[in-house]
């Protein structure tokens, strides 16, 4: 019994001085994943046309039964987007949202992506569902910053979609030759990692997961963990 006792204060002090792995949140935040699931944009073209449709597909997909959508005829002199039909209503409850990222998946014009924002909190149900005023991006291309979302720098960067920037049909020798128009303000993503040498980590902020958590993995999986 007394071994066991003395034996919890062992390791208690051995902690003591071991690299600490907290942050001070929420004056510092830890990086995050590229493709972290936040909340959504819907994005435009160059031109400033946007990309929903109105297909309802993101609807149909979601499994929380979160996303409302309603399409709507184009008009003639004035369209929305480039098709025939644009988004007239698009709403989305994040009281109810799992970010599962389905609705990305299921968009044929990529108009609805995450960015990486999960940071939010609401005082009332109208301001849990955001509408398609404040879903669509600005005239910069940046999403619109809500009054009860943390926004930091770099935290609106990289919410346009992904399949511009990787192989079309999984070939490697066309991985990072743009095929996609770029979006207006971010225009085209960088190469990501994945099957060739063809990358800019810089510039699609990706990161190895040995160079953040290196005291925490063994040496044989190339952290410092002995």
Known sequence: MPSNFFGGFKVSFKQIFEPRVTTSYPNQKRPKAPRLHGRHVLNR???GMEKCIGCELCAGVCPADCIYVRGLDNPPDHPVSPGERYG???EINYLRCIHCDMCVEACPT?????SKLFEFSFT???????TKEELV??????????PWEDWREG???HTS???RATAPGGASEYEGVISWSGELGYGKRAPEAGQSDNRDDEATGNFLLKD???DHIPVEFGGSVR
Do not use: C, F, N
């Open 155 to 157: 935290e609106d960067l």
């Open 212 to 214: 953040i958590s290196a």
């Open 124 to 130: 009332s149900r109208a301001d849990a569902i955001y």
């Open 161 to 163: 979609g992904w399949m």
């Open 88 to 90: 007239y209503i698009y």
């Open 110 to 114: 990529e108009a609805i992506t995450e």
């Open 45 to 47: 073209y160059e031109d």
């Open 137 to 146: 991006v600005d005239d910069e291309g940046r999403p619109k910053h809500q």
